[in-house]
């Protein structure tokens, strides 16, 4: 399987917003979550959507703050990140959610390069 593509990470202020895209082949049958690792913390869930877009789930840590977005036809995944704090700060990651429920358990042969966010002023 072709691994995603994640893209539209960058340097930003706090309070500041970032949207992040992630292209991935042949998704639109899979639920979609996005993830994140800070340096020296281990890989956690951030948001979650369900294969046809009519469910989502965010982490508490983002929730009112974080949208995430599907559009099948393009095969793509969102992450809209609004009031970003330097906490948000990590490499961002895409991948499908092979068990829809905490902790979405994503599909570890899946995971691509990642897409960095670095919240500071």
């Known amino acids: 399987q072709v691994q995603p593509v994640e893209s539209g990470g960058g340097l930003v202020q706090p309070g500041g917003s970032l949207r992040l895209s992630c292209a991935a082949s042949g998704i639109s049958f899979n639920h979609m979550g996005w993830y994140r690792q800070a340096p020296g913390k281990e890989r956690e869930f951030v948001a979650a959507?369900?294969?046809?877009?009519?469910?989502?789930y965010y982490a508490d840590s983002v929730k009112g703050r974080f949208t995430i977005a599907r559009d099948n036809a393009k095969n793509t995944v969102y992450l809209q990140m609004n009031s970003l704090k330097p906490e948000d700060t990590a490499v961002y990651y895409c991948n499908k959610v092979v068990q829809w429920g905490s902790p979405f358990r994503p599909d570890y042969a899946y995971w691509g390069q990642g897409t960095q966010v670095t919240v500071s002023s």
């Open positions: 959507i369900s294969n046809g877009g009519l469910s989502t």
